[in-house]
């Protein structure tokens, strides 16, 4: 690189870096367009709205609850994907939708749920609500090439074929569209419509199209609905959680900048500053595509985070190893970025391809959190792969030559006999999961249940209490909650204060009638609260069981995609199945920390575990593709268990410092978090440490299990021959 484009591409990183920054910080113009402060945050970090509708049928059946619920949930996820829904009471449904202020608004936007049918002119039935899947507004051109604006309507299968009947049986008639009682549109039908899809055309805005497109969807629930109450309701977490968590943020990320130029020197600088582009570019990003961001959105990034630094640390270390021989800085380089292409690539795709399935397949805090984390991947690439190399070759084209500053020299490694220690690796690992399914087991036994289940699991008890004083939530955290939970004995309270009021919204574990008396009493002894003034209700899962079952087969469907994906690249099963066994040991060794420790198990719970799938599933990767490489060139007297040893020697550097630099950025969120955020980041901080250890000393061992057991069975027929 010459030297006049080297100082104009620093110049350029120093642009970006502070254009970013500023946009980040204050945004532009009136608005502040793309400033942190636009991010929208979800319920636990900054509150939003709280809607209670009441079900107008009698005696609705647990099935029909359930089916409206879910049906609910996928139509709040317009708004935010970590939109909540539940069942409140007998009879009610509870809507919680983050980042928004405005209860009306929502309510008007969302539609008054209601009966809806499409009759004949002669007064026949034809389609019900529950035929129709989904409706929205779409905007086109009509014969004359002006804009107009109908409304897609895409039907069940039952649907598709009770709506083919009809209109072949009323082409050139009306079929009208009733609601409650009211025709809200008589489309003339044109001809047979037999692909389940039909639109609804006419002289529509687009406001009016978007409204008749909501009326339908939201008509389409099992159960009539009418609204009983809603508030604006604030952060379940407080404001404390979320300042301690940036300040823990950028603390890790400086002690990462830190490591990684004590380490790498020269490289580490530039990898420092496409870290701090990476981290300016997703913020933007989450601002620019309205993503809401919770807690386990913050696990999507923080993994994304590891990744970014995974990728400089897997180049940097191959530069290393070509220096070592004696090659010059720039051929160094070049070599370095050339050989750390393959596993860059595949551990991202591997991980990106797991995001993709979460976010088609999940719901909810599954959809919220592969957004984040598919964002953070995307991202973390381009600024290793693009950035990253143009700030090292612009310091190298400046003139900055001298070798030190790239490379020091340590002491050359001698492989470690890990397959050798296999039997015990295996051991430990077997031991640590039959322990903790033992300690499920015990747990279960005594009634406490296998696992430390939340609110977001199992459901609760939800209170509406009005004090005398206003309390902000962070003096809820410090001054109520340690009273409820010292009567009740739970230690993973939530709570909300109604904005504009003193109420504040208590949820618990299901409390029977003398626990509620209990805590009555110890309201009004602690605050003078009167029993009157609290009203209580028992609340069904967050977490519905559709959502677990989408949660579970979106896992089952990305597994199976990175196994092929492995198996397609390395042209070996044994590399996808060994892959896939780590995973899961990684998994149930989490699992086992859940049951040890008794953290509760709830949204944060589902985050963990696929931070640590995808975690998992790069750090093996990068073990893979070096065996992979050094396959080839291995000579007929190189016994095959030695390879893989100086394979996992070779990438041990590699595993120790991202591993290390991925649990720096997660201790300090527990070191400075509040409860909530320390449950949340412990069994991250276990999932890291078993990652590395898995990398290290389970995955390259399993591979050569399973390679040397099929050789063997091999050989006999080889010799018949």
């Known amino acids: ?55 107008k049928d009698k005696n609705p059946t647990k099935e029909e609850m359930s089916d409206t619920i879910y049906k609910l949930q996928k139509r709040v996820e317009q708004y935010s994907t970590e939109a909540s829904v539940y069942q409140e009471g007998d009879d009610r449904i509870n809507i919680e939708i983050p980042g928004v202020t405005d209860a009306n608004k929502i309510l008007d936007e969302l539609g008054k749920p209601g009966s809806l049918s499409f009759m004949t002119t002669d007064g026949e039935t034809v389609l019900t609500g529950t035929d129709v899947k989904n409706a929205s507004a779409k905007s086109g051109q009509d014969d004359m090439g002006n804009k107009e604006y109908s409304v897609e309507l895409n039907l069940t299968k039952s649907g598709t074929k009770k709506f083919a009947t009809a209109t072949k049986n009323n082409i050139g008639k009306q079929i009208a569209i009733v609601y409650d009682g009211d025709v809200i549109s008589s489309p003339v039908v044109q001809s047979e419509i037999t692909g389940g899809q039909a639109y609804i055309t006419g002289d529509f805005s687009y406001e009016e199209a978007d409204n008749l497109a909501s009326t339908i969807r939201i008509g389409g629930l099992k159960l009539e609905l009418e609204e009983l109450r809603s508030n604006v309701v604030g952060a379940q977490l407080g404001e404390q959680a979320l300042s301690t968590s940036l300040k823990a943020g950028v603390i890790g990320l400086i002690l990462v900048f830190l490591f990684m130029i004590f380490v790498y020197r020269l490289p580490g600088l530039a990898s420092s500053l496409a870290l701090l582009i990476y981290t300016e570019i997703v913020l933007g990003v989450l601002n620019a595509f309205n993503v809401t961001l919770t807690l386990p959105g913050i696990a999507g990034i923080i993994l994304s985070i590891g990744m970014a630094v995974d990728a400089n640390v897997i180049i940097f270390a191959r530069v290393r190893e070509e220096m070592a021989k004696g090659r010059s800085v720039k051929s160094s380089l070049k070599l370095g970025f050339q050989k750390a292409m393959s596993a860059i690539v595949d551990g991202n795709v591997t991980t990106l391809i797991a995001a993709a399935v979460l976010w088609f397949k999940g719901s909810g805090t599954v959809k919220g959190f592969a957004q984040t984390l598919a964002i953070g991947i995307v991202v973390s690439m381009f600024t290793a792969l693009v950035i990253t190399r143009m700030i090292v070759y612009a310091f190298y084209g400046i003139g900055i030559h001298k070798e030190s500053l790239y490379y020091h020299k340590m002491k050359e490694r001698k492989p470690v006999n890990f397959l050798g220690k296999k039997k015990v ?16 087991g015990v747990n ?62 208590i949820k618990t574990v299901t409390l029977s009638l003398s626990e509620r008396e209990e805590v009555n009493q110890a309201l009004e002894d602690s605050f003078g609260v009167k029993e009157s003034d609290i009203t209580a209700e028992n609340i069904s899962s967050t977490i519905s069981n559709e959502m677990r079952r989408d949660a579970v087969v979106a896992v089952i469907i990305a597994t199976i995609f990175m196994l092929l994906y492995i198996w397609f690249r390395f042209k070996d099963v044994r590399f996808a199945t060994s892959a896939v066994l780590a995973l899961l040991h990684d998994v149930l060794v989490v699992l086992a920390f859940y049951a ?12 963990c575990v696929l931070t640590i799938v995808g975690y998992s599933i790069n750090a093996t990767i990068v073990i893979f593709d070096r065996i992979r490489e050094e396959l080839p060139n291995k000579k007929r ?24 630099t991925t649990f720096i950025m997660v201790a300090v969120l527990f070191i400075m978090g509040v409860s909530s955020i320390r449950e949340f980041a412990a069994p ?12 290290v000393c389970i995955t390259g061992a399993l591979w050569y299990v399973m390679k040397t057991r099929v050789k063997k069975k091999e050989e006999p027929k080889k010799k018949k021959k």
């Open 684 to 695: 991250l901080m276990a999932g890291i440490i078993c990652g590395g250890y898995s990398s």
């Open 1 to 55: 690189m010459k030297k006049s484009k080297s100082i104009l591409s620093l110049l350029l990183t120093v642009i970006l870096i502070v254009g970013l920054g500023f946009t980040v910080i204050t945004g532009i113009g009136k608005t502040h367009t793309g400033s942190m402060k636009n991010i929208k945050l979800g319920l636990d970090l900054a509150g939003g709205v709280s809607i209670t509708y009441q079900v």
């Open 637 to 660: 007297n190189t016994d095959l268990a030695e390879l893989v040893n100086g394979c996992i020697t070779q990438t041990l550097t590699r595993s120790i410092y991202t591993s290390l």
């Open 425 to 440: 690796f295996f051991s430990i690992s077997i031991a640590v999961i039959l322990a903790g399914f033992v300690i499920m």
């Open 444 to 505: 279960s036994a005594k009634g406490n249940g296998a696992l430390a289940y939340s609110l977001d699991f199992k459901g609760g008890t939800s209170m509406n209490v009005k004090f005398d004083k206003d309390y902000t939530i962070d003096e809820i955290d410090k001054e109520i909650v340690p009273v409820v939970e010292k009567v009740t004995g739970d230690h993973n309270i939530q709570t909300q204060k109604v904005s504009g009021t003193k109420q504040v919204i």
């Open 596 to 607: 040890a420790s008794r953290i509760s198990v709830g949204t944060t719970f589902i985050a």
